[in-house]
């Protein structure tokens, strides 16, 4: 395997800003072969699908060509992929689609360790027809997400089970096979968010056994557009469709409108450029993905470990979690300092992170509001040991 990280860094333009970015966690810069890829098709004439002429023709294949891509990333069939403005609101519109049969009484399960947008649509759902919440909780020393807990928490009446990948606040990968085992006893639909876990992690939705996954390309340095992918094309059939037009079949019933067609192009450069990180990888998209994310999730767990292992060596530094296995993401707290002071230091050294209040998601249950939040950074493909040494520097002298 070949990731060449200098090579890499040579695909974003943005780097050139003179500042180093640990703000991965909410989406990673643009390269280069993304950009170009929009800023062509918006040159290009392209109109309305079903059409005779060219720029309709154009249409039709951006399309085509947006859902093998995604289908190519997650290991999935093309017709199941549903293409939208951001994975929030396609996951909006599945939640309130299922909901349409849910009753009072019946339930669905959720999990502390994932962000508050995975969490809301069906929290509202449940409230508006009657269900119940139930919630998947995390052991706040080490953030891991016991699934064994699953076991008792799905029943004969739970509808749906939510549960994320990878965790983009404190970096945990739970063991999402077996919380998909335990709710596949009861006939539960499991949907599963691999926001955080698409840029570092292999997919392969048939293997996983997942019934529906969400993506957002903006993770990777994709352009602002999201996609669901179903397992069984089937059950695309089964859901109300929200499509404008009645006579919608397979992943478009839960489309709406037009599509950003100069964005879908983006998106394919996007995937297209996961399937290059490794300069070796050979054969298929789908092969040279698998390569490929195999060679950053290598990479990736190295610069972690140091990271967090030099963090961990300062005594004013305390780091959130440790789970066993991860995604190059983590969050820290600074004795007698909150977040924002922190963000706002790391700012005027010129490093870009977020700081986190902890009164949502899974800060809120830790409790990190009490020590005033928390610093969240997210590693990104262009991250190399030397920002990390920078970062470790700063905070050394932030006491």
């Known amino acids: 395997m070949a990731f060449d990280v200098a090579r890499i860094r040579g695909l974003f333009p943005a780097l050139g800003d003179g500042w180093i970015h640990f703000d991965g966690a ?40 947006a859902r093998r891509a995604v289908a190519d990333l997650v290991g999935a069939d093309p017709a199941t992929v549903v293409l939208g403005p951001s994975s929030s609101v396609l996951l909006r519109r599945l939640v309130d689609a299922l909901a349409e049969r849910w009753t009072i009484g019946d339930e669905v399960v959720v999990s502390r360790l994932d962000e508050e947008a995975n969490i809301a649509p069906w929290r509202r759902a449940a409230k508006r027809v009657g269900a119940v919440v139930r919630w998947g909780e995390i052991d706040i020393e080490t953030c891991e997400l016991p699934a064994w807990q699953y076991e008792n928490l799905v029943s004969a ?28 006893r009861v006939g539960a639909l499991v949907v599963v968010d691999a926001t955080y876990a698409a840029p570092f992690v292999p997919l392969d939705l048939q293997e996983l056994g997942a019934d529906v996954m969400v993506v957002s390309a903006q993770a990777w340095g994709g352009p602002a ?53 490794d300069d070796a990888a050979t054969g298929s998209r789908r092969e040279r993905l698998v390569t490929s994310l195999g060679s950053a999730k290598s990479y990736q767990a190295g610069l972690l470990a140091q990271l967090s292992t030099e963090l961990r060596s300062l005594r004013h530094v305390m780091v959130i979690g440790d789970a066993m296995r991860r995604i190059p993401s983590l969050a820290f707290t600074v004795a007698n300092k909150k977040a924002p002071e922190i963000s706002e230091y790391l700012a005027s050294q010129g490093l870009c992170a977020f700081a986190d209040d902890g009164s949502g998601g899974v800060f809120a249950s830790l409790g990190v509001a009490e020590v005033g939040g928390a610093v969240r950074i997210g590693l990104a493909h262009y991250s190399n040991v030397f920002e990390v040494n920078q970062l470790v520097r700063v905070l050394e002298e932030l006491r």
């Open 26 to 65: 909410v989406g990673m810069l643009v390269p280069e072969q993304v950009a170009s890829a929009v800023s062509t098709a918006m040159r290009a004439p392209v109109s309305g699908p079903g059409g005779a002429f060219p720029a309709s023709q154009r249409a039709e294949s951006i399309v085509t060509a």
């Open 157 to 184: 009446r739970t509808k749906a089970v939510a549960v994320t990948l990878a965790s983009g606040s404190v970096g945990t990968r739970p063991d999402v096979p077996t919380v998909i085992e335990f709710a596949k």
């Open 225 to 277: 557009v999201g996609a669901l992918v179903f397992r069984d094309p089937e059950l695309l059939e089964r859901i109300s469709s929200v499509s404008l037009e009645p006579n919608a079949r397979g992943a478009a019933r839960l489309e709406l409108g037009a599509h950003p067609y100069p964005l879908l192009a983006g998106l394919v450069a996007s995937i297209d450029y996961l399937a290059g990180l």
